[in-house]
């Protein structure tokens, strides 16, 4: 069986991520990565639906390591996937990731300090394991198999097609058709304009209206400093920069709600006319931020409803019908295409089955600890991003604080690592948001506590203060001294004995 010293989850920002620290911070250390999918980029190789992009800047979506190479603040999708496929080559990583292999249990053994990992290649089937001392988790927190959609009455009826977004396929021709999108999303706002250039006319369907602000796609400070000082030179000072913009404006909005709710509105106003209904379709009934902002490159989804070739109803959906959709209020849009833009459904460590010393761990039961680690869990970290900020913001700085434990712990001849369970600590649920994938989850993710370092911070300036400012000793942390003989790991079998299997062709 193959044994490594940090075996990290998935393939996608946080994974590049983490090859690239440990690489550069932990040189001595050994590493694989193993990747179900056959591709780099995570989610952005998932998701494949018209419009895809970024919905935050890629100044900071981007590494700090490598700078974004193109104008647009913004990324396409296509132009991310093939950025983080560089950036993968670049640092030389792409030789220790193993396609096609999806992990299936951990196993982790206190009396020899290691991670047994079992794993099945998702082309040949075949079953196999690696050991390893630190098991990093980098899989995000999707369910990549299947989105949510919730029980539409009368789906069976309807005589057109219903796709998700996540199962978008290049065979769905809607060029000239009528689509309906179910949602009011982010998603379902990506889709839209892109969808509105070809159809013959696209209705989004939502039950309640969301914010909405518009941004530029092209920074133009950013490309004034890139031009007067280079891509490299700049890239530090514009991502500095759009982390303290989004701190501030996130600041703005959950101080002053009421004012914050006005000129967001207002923007709709400004955007679609007084003619237009922006009191019924862009003017939620909760304050900004309560549910997350979504942003609308150049006004986009707005040019789209003003020249017609969009619209937005508001109403609650009655019932799928052969031609469309039967609403509440008594009318009825026919559509040949429906998009059900309806969400995703969370899953925490890929939904990964983990035991310690044969005892199930339930990732649910358990609290999380400076963002990166959970309670009663040894040696294993993860990656969650912001939901207010870029996702990489976090990814890069759990990457430097597990790489300055791992030399912490070698510096002290620690082979464990366990965040210790404070009892007196109130358990919160780790997202704050009155969204609906957020209540769906309720149950099956961890927890965040009511003080540090057990409180899961939307901010890049707390977090950079708990996981650089701290001691990794602090109290919290519990180690145990390396062995100097390992206790021998029970044979496994004949079927386990192979390593994993090797990338995908």
């Given at each position: 069986?193959?044994?490594?010293?940090?075996?990290?989850a998935?393939?996608?920002?946080?994974?590049?991520?983490?090859?690239?620290?440990?690489?550069?911070?932990?040189?001595?250390?050994?590493?694989?990565?193993?990747?179900?999918?056959?591709?780099?980029?995570?989610?952005?190789?998932?998701f494949?639906?018209?419009?895809?992009?970024?919905?935050?800047?890629?100044?900071?979506?981007?590494?700090?390591?490598?700078?974004?190479?193109?104008?647009?603040?913004?990324?396409?999708?296509?132009?991310?996937?093939?950025?983080?496929?560089?950036?993968?080559?670049?640092?030389?990583?792409?030789?220790?990731?193993?396609?096609?292999?999806?992990?299936?249990?951990?196993?982790?053994?206190?009396?020899s300090?290691?991670?047994?990992?079992?794993?099945?290649?998702?082309?040949?089937?075949?079953?196999?394991?690696?050991?390893?001392?630190?098991?990093?988790?980098?899989?995000?927190?999707?369910?990549?198999?299947?989105?949510?959609?919730?029980?539409?009455?009368?789906?069976?009826?309807?005589?057109?097609?219903?796709?998700?977004p996540?199962?978008w396929?290049?065979?769905?021709?809607?060029?000239?058709?009528?689509?309906?999108?179910?949602?009011?999303?982010?998603?379902?706002?990506?889709?839209?304009?892109?969808l509105?250039?070809?159809?013959?006319?696209?209705?989004?369907?939502?039950?309640?209206?969301?914010?909405?602000?518009a941004?530029?796609?092209?920074?133009?400070?950013a490309?004034?400093?890139?031009?007067?000082?280079?891509?490299?030179?700049?890239?530090?000072?514009?991502?500095?920069?759009?982390?303290?913009l989004?701190?501030?404006?996130?600041?703005?909005?959950?101080?002053?709600?009421?004012?914050?709710?006005?000129?967001?509105?207002?923007?709709?106003?400004?955007?679609?006319g007084?003619?237009?209904?922006?009191?019924?379709?862009?003017?939620?009934?909760?304050?900004?931020?309560?549910?997350?902002?979504?942003?609308?490159?150049?006004?986009?989804?707005?040019?789209?409803?003003?020249?017609?070739?969009?619209?937005?109803?508001?109403?609650?959906?009655?019932?799928?019908?052969?031609?469309?959709?039967?609403?509440?209020?008594?009318?009825?849009?026919?559509?040949?295409?429906?998009v059900?833009?309806?969400?995703?459904?969370?899953?925490?460590?890929?939904?990964?089955?983990?035991?310690?010393?044969?005892?199930?761990?339930?990732?649910?039961?358990?609290?999380?600890?400076?963002?990166?680690?959970?309670?009663?869990?040894?040696?294993?970290?993860?990656?969650?991003?912001?939901?207010?900020?870029?996702?990489?913001?976090?990814?890069?700085?759990?990457?430097?604080?597990?790489?300055?434990?791992?030399?912490?712990?070698?510096?002290?001849?620690?082979?464990?690592?366990?965040?210790?369970?404070?009892?007196?600590?109130?358990?919160?649920?780790?997202?704050?948001?009155k969204?609906?994938?957020?209540?769906?989850?309720?149950?099956?993710?961890?927890?965040?506590?009511?003080?540090?370092?057990?409180?899961?911070?939307?901010?890049?300036?707390?977090?950079?203060?708990?996981?650089?400012?701290?001691?990794?000793?602090?109290?919290?942390?519990?180690?145990?001294?390396?062995?100097?003989?390992r206790?021998?790991?029970?044979?496994?079998?004949?079927?386990?004995?192979?390593?994993?299997?090797?990338?995908?062709?």
């Amino acid at each position: 069986m193959k044994h490594v010293d940090v075996l990290v989850a998935g393939a996608g920002i946080s994974g590049i991520a983490a090859a690239h620290y440990l690489q550069e911070h932990c040189p001595g250390k050994t590493f694989a990565i193993l990747e179900g999918r056959d591709s780099i980029g995570g989610t952005w190789d998932l998701f494949r639906f018209p419009g895809i992009r970024s919905d935050s800047d890629m100044y900071t979506l981007g590494f700090s390591f490598r700078p974004w190479p193109e104008a647009d603040s913004i990324g396409e999708g296509e132009s991310i996937r093939s950025y983080l496929e560089d950036t993968a080559a670049e640092i030389g990583i792409t030789d220790k990731i193993r396609f096609g292999t999806r992990i299936e249990r951990a196993s982790f053994s206190k009396a020899s300090g290691r991670w047994t990992v079992y794993t099945r290649n998702t082309q040949s089937g075949e079953r196999g394991s690696i050991s390893c001392d630190f098991f990093w988790s980098c899989m995000g927190y999707y369910r990549y198999d299947q989105g949510y959609t919730p029980e539409f009455e009368g789906t069976e009826r309807f005589e057109g097609r219903i796709v998700h977004p996540q199962d978008w396929a290049e065979d769905i021709d809607y060029a000239g058709k009528r689509v309906l999108i179910i949602g009011s999303g982010a998603t379902a706002m990506t889709m839209l304009p892109v969808l509105a250039k070809k159809a013959e006319k696209v209705t989004m369907v939502q039950r309640s209206p969301t914010y909405v602000i518009a941004w530029p796609r092209r920074d133009r400070l950013a490309g004034f400093l890139r031009w007067l000082l280079g891509a490299k030179r700049a890239h530090p000072i514009i991502r500095w920069k759009n982390i303290r913009l989004m701190a501030l404006l996130y600041s703005f909005l959950r101080r002053f709600p009421r004012l914050s709710s006005r000129l967001l509105v207002r923007q709709a106003y400004k955007r679609l006319g007084d003619d237009y209904d922006v009191q019924r379709h862009f003017t939620p009934g909760y304050d900004p931020w309560d549910q997350r902002l979504c942003l609308v490159p150049d006004g986009d989804l707005f040019d789209a409803i003003s020249e017609g070739r969009a619209e937005v109803v508001t109403d609650r959906i009655e019932t799928f019908t052969e031609r469309g959709l039967a609403l509440g209020g008594g009318s009825e849009l026919e559509a040949d295409l429906i998009v059900t833009a309806t969400g995703f459904s969370l899953q925490w460590l890929g939904g990964v089955s983990l035991d310690v010393d044969g005892a199930p761990f339930e990732p649910a039961d358990s609290m999380i600890y400076k963002g990166c680690m959970l309670g009663g869990l040894p040696n294993c970290a993860f990656v969650f991003g912001y939901i207010n900020s870029s996702w990489t913001l976090r990814a890069e700085l759990v990457c430097e604080y597990v790489c300055k434990l791992l030399r912490f712990m070698d510096e002290h001849g620690y082979g464990q690592c366990c965040p210790e369970p404070d009892p007196t600590v109130e358990a919160l649920p780790p997202i704050d948001l009155k969204a609906g994938y957020v209540s769906r989850a309720e149950g099956l993710i961890p927890s965040q506590g009511s003080r540090d370092p057990w409180r899961l911070n939307q901010s890049v300036a707390l977090d950079r203060a708990l996981m650089r400012g701290q001691p990794i000793d602090d109290g919290t942390l519990r180690f145990v001294e390396r062995q100097r003989t390992r206790v021998d790991e029970p044979k496994p079998s004949a079927a386990s004995q192979n390593t994993v299997a090797p990338a995908t062709p």
